[in-house]
């Protein structure tokens, strides 16, 4: 987080929480050139108005995918002395992608990895549930991946020598789709934490913006052939979706046809009050129905005991509304999430504290379902969000494993930001295959 934010955000919160902060600035800062977990706070507007919601992302690996190494192109100065990754070249190339269907699988950091879950049961007991990744996909999906350079100073990633950091949201937000669709996910020269805040913000952005652009055109050369697309994103990643969306989905009227529906978490994606279309898209709406074609999820979620403080989370475009829409109740109300899913270690204790289970678990991820009831609702400045509450039924002897009060997930620092995914994966899961269906895959 940038240290002027960071500031500010101290003003209101405990000693302990702004420790805490400053321990995940300093892990960057002192990390030398390895990635980390964590982004900054900040938007900015490119075309329409795009904003990145700029939190922290999960990190949660298996550690059955090893990391490799990537040359990619040396970085650049401009005349203003600002420092940029040179834009990487070859997408045609599945060495510059962690997901790519032209990899071995051994090589696939998707296919590669164990995505074997215990879940917990409302009895008590367990039952183990294995991935199953699709034989003949009908559809595919392009994923960016959020801030995992937590170094301080402003920049970009410049390599790719250990991508255990890239791992951690990849396999916590876009892995289990693998189940029905063929991934996509791109390398790219993304921003450091230390650029939010700074002045070289919104040309570092777009440095990295030209990163995903490339990728998503090489995608449309060489792989696309007319398939069904959905788009996901989280938080930096949201930014980099968005904006491909804006400039390169939304004036293409095939592109457009063939968008199953966008899934843009973790950002300040926006729409006018009391509509579903009209704000950070011009002509895309929000999904109301499991059914529904060409929309967009998008999300930032708090406990709803703990709802967003002042200054918290903002629209990318004043006066309007940041979107909600709800998972598992997309024409409104709430309803219990169908499936979480966590993850059962951490590769960064200090910025994401490792979950802590009742029962002894050797998956690396735990599901529960029907324990956690997901609701839009506003906080004190009328902007939505979607509230986790903890809602089993009777005689469910199973705890809450999230520490809602822990200092990462204060309602005036980040909430529960960096579980964006986690809540409400199965709903994301069961609507894509919704959405699937829909199209006649």
């Given at each position: 987080?940038?240290?002027?934010?960071?500031?500010r955000?101290?003003?209101?919160?405990?000693?302990?929480?702004?420790?805490?902060?400053?321990?995940?600035?300093?892990?960057?800062?002192?990390?030398?050139?390895?990635?980390g977990?964590?982004?900054?706070?900040?938007?900015?507007?490119?075309?329409?108005?795009?904003?990145?919601?700029?939190?922290?992302?999960?990190?949660a690996?298996?550690?059955?995918?090893t990391?490799?190494?990537?040359?990619?192109?040396?970085?650049?100065?401009?005349?203003?002395?600002?420092?940029?990754?040179?834009?990487?070249?070859?997408?045609?190339?599945p060495?510059?992608w962690l997901?790519?269907?032209?990899?071995?699988?051994?090589?696939?950091?998707c296919?590669?990895?164990?995505?074997?879950?215990?879940?917990?049961?409302?009895?008590?007991?367990?039952?183990?549930?294995?991935?199953?990744?699709a034989?003949?996909?009908a559809?595919?999906?392009?994923?960016?991946?959020?801030?995992?350079?937590?170094?301080?100073?402003?920049?970009?990633?410049?390599?790719?020598?250990?991508i255990?950091?890239?791992l951690d949201?990849?396999?916590?937000q876009a892995?289990?789709?693998?189940?029905?669709?063929?991934?996509?996910?791109?390398?790219?020269h993304?921003v450091?934490?230390?650029?939010y805040?700074?002045?070289?913000?919104e040309?570092?952005?777009?440095?990295a913006?030209?990163?995903v652009?490339?990728?998503?055109?090489s995608?449309?050369?060489?792989?696309?052939?007319?398939?069904?697309?959905?788009?996901?994103g989280?938080?930096?990643?949201?930014?980099?979706?968005?904006?491909?969306?804006?400039?390169?989905?939304e004036?293409?009227?095939?592109?457009r046809?063939?968008?199953?529906?966008?899934?843009?978490?973790?950002?300040?994606f926006?729409?006018p009050?009391?509509?579903?279309?009209?704000?950070?898209?011009?002509?895309?709406p929000?999904?109301?129905?499991a059914?529904?074609?060409?929309?967009?999820?998008?999300?930032?979620?708090?406990?709803?005991?703990?709802?967003?403080?002042?200054?918290a989370?903002?629209?990318?475009?004043?006066?309007?509304?940041?979107?909600?829409t709800?998972?598992?109740?997309l024409g409104g109300?709430?309803?219990?999430a169908?499936?979480?899913?966590?993850?059962?270690f951490?590769?960064q204790?200090?910025v994401?504290?490792?979950?802590?289970f009742?029962?002894?678990?050797?998956?690396?991820?735990?599901?529960?379902?029907?324990?956690?009831?997901?609701?839009?609702?506003t906080?004190?400045?009328?902007?939505?969000?979607?509230?986790v509450?903890i809602?089993?039924?009777p005689?469910?002897?199973r705890?809450?494993?999230?520490?809602?009060?822990?200092p990462?997930?204060?309602?005036a620092?980040?909430?529960?930001?960096?579980?964006?995914?986690?809540?409400?994966l199965?709903?994301?899961?069961?609507?894509?295959?919704?959405?699937?269906?829909?199209a006649?895959?």
């Amino acid at each position: 987080m940038s240290a002027p934010i960071l500031a500010r955000r101290c003003e209101r919160l405990s000693s302990r929480v702004c420790s805490f902060a400053a321990v995940a600035v300093l892990l960057g800062a002192c990390g030398g050139g390895e990635s980390g977990g964590t982004e900054g706070d900040g938007s900015t507007t490119t075309g329409t108005s795009t904003s990145t919601g700029a939190e922290p992302t999960t990190g949660a690996t298996t550690g059955a995918t090893t990391g490799t190494t990537t040359e990619v192109a040396p970085t650049s100065t401009g005349d203003d002395g600002t420092t940029t990754g040179a834009p990487l070249e070859g997408y045609d190339d599945p060495a510059l992608w962690l997901c790519h269907p032209d990899k071995a699988v051994a090589d696939d950091a998707c296919l590669s990895a164990d995505l074997t879950a215990t879940e917990l049961l409302p009895d008590g007991g367990t039952a183990i549930v294995e991935h199953t990744i699709a034989a003949a996909p009908a559809f595919d999906c392009f994923y960016v991946y959020p801030t995992v350079d937590i170094r301080f100073q402003a920049g970009q990633t410049e390599n790719f020598d250990d991508i255990d950091q890239e791992l951690d949201p990849l396999l916590n937000q876009a892995a289990h789709f693998t189940s029905m669709c063929r991934m996509f996910a791109p390398l790219y020269h993304q921003v450091t934490i230390g650029t939010y805040g700074s002045d070289q913000l919104e040309t570092l952005l777009s440095a990295a913006y030209e990163d995903v652009q490339a990728a998503f055109e090489s995608y449309l050369e060489r792989h696309a052939d007319g398939r069904p697309l959905l788009i996901l994103g989280h938080s930096q990643g949201t930014y980099m979706t968005t904006r491909l969306i804006q400039e390169v989905v939304e004036p293409d009227p095939a592109l457009r046809e063939r968008l199953l529906a966008a899934i843009l978490l973790g950002g300040s994606f926006s729409v006018p009050f009391g509509a579903d279309v009209g704000g950070t898209l011009s002509t895309i709406p929000l999904c109301t129905s499991a059914e529904q074609l060409g929309c967009v999820l998008a999300w930032r979620t708090y406990a709803a005991e703990l709802p967003p403080e002042e200054g918290a989370q903002a629209p990318d475009i004043a006066g309007n509304d940041v979107a909600c829409t709800n998972p598992t109740a997309l024409g409104g109300g709430s309803a219990r999430a169908r499936g979480a899913y966590f993850p059962n270690f951490t590769h960064q204790e200090a910025v994401f504290p490792k979950i802590e289970f009742a029962a002894a678990i050797d998956t690396p991820f735990v599901i529960m379902r029907d324990y956690y009831g997901l609701s839009c609702q506003t906080d004190g400045a009328g902007q939505h969000f979607l509230a986790v509450a903890i809602e089993p039924d009777p005689g469910d002897v199973r705890q809450n494993p999230i520490d809602f009060e822990a200092p990462l997930f204060a309602p005036a620092f980040l909430g529960l930001h960096v579980l964006d995914y986690n809540f409400a994966l199965q709903d994301l899961l069961d609507l894509a295959a919704a959405k699937a269906e829909a199209a006649g895959l």
